[in-house]
Nanobody
Framework: QVQLVESGGGLVQPGGSLRLSCAASGNLFRVNAMRWYRQAPGKQRELVAGITSGGSTSYADSVKGRFTISRDSANHTAYLRMNSLNPEDTAVYYC????????????????WGQGTQVTVSS
């Protein structure tokens, strides 16, 4: 059993910052790419940022220059630093990771966290 647990969400004023964390735990052997998605009310889930096991990063155009994804590979944890937040960033943020559960299982499977709410409002 693999769990992804997000934390760090909350209410923040426009222009403020938050840092989200995503910790993978349980029966896992290796974690490959880790990603942050978000879903606002009435909208589809969208990819916000991703980071490979080697540390290469990618971002949605809407967050470039404001958000930074990073990871602590030794502890299977990813972070999303969010600066200059605006009301359009309000959403539930989900962590996603490609996990290999055993040395004897070659495939990676995608797991999701339960989500953490980010609300940007004055």
């Amino acid at each position: 059993q693999v769990q992804l647990v997000e934390s760090g969400g909350g209410l923040v004023q426009p222009g403020g910052s938050l840092r989200l964390s995503c910790a993978a735990s349980g029966n896992l052997f290796r974690v490959n790419a880790m990603r942050w998605y978000r879903q606002a009310p009435g909208k589809q889930r969208e990819l916000v940022a991703g980071i490979t096991s080697g540390g290469s990063t990618s971002y949605a155009d809407s967050v470039k220059g404001r958000f930074t994804i990073s990871r602590d590979s030794a502890n299977h944890t990813a972070y999303l630093r969010m600066n200059s937040l605006n009301p359009e960033d309000t959403a539930v943020y989900y962590c996603n990771a490609d996990v290999r559960v055993s040395a004897y299982v070659l495939d990676y499977r995608a797991y999701w966290g339960q989500g953490t709410q980010v609300t940007v409002s004055s």
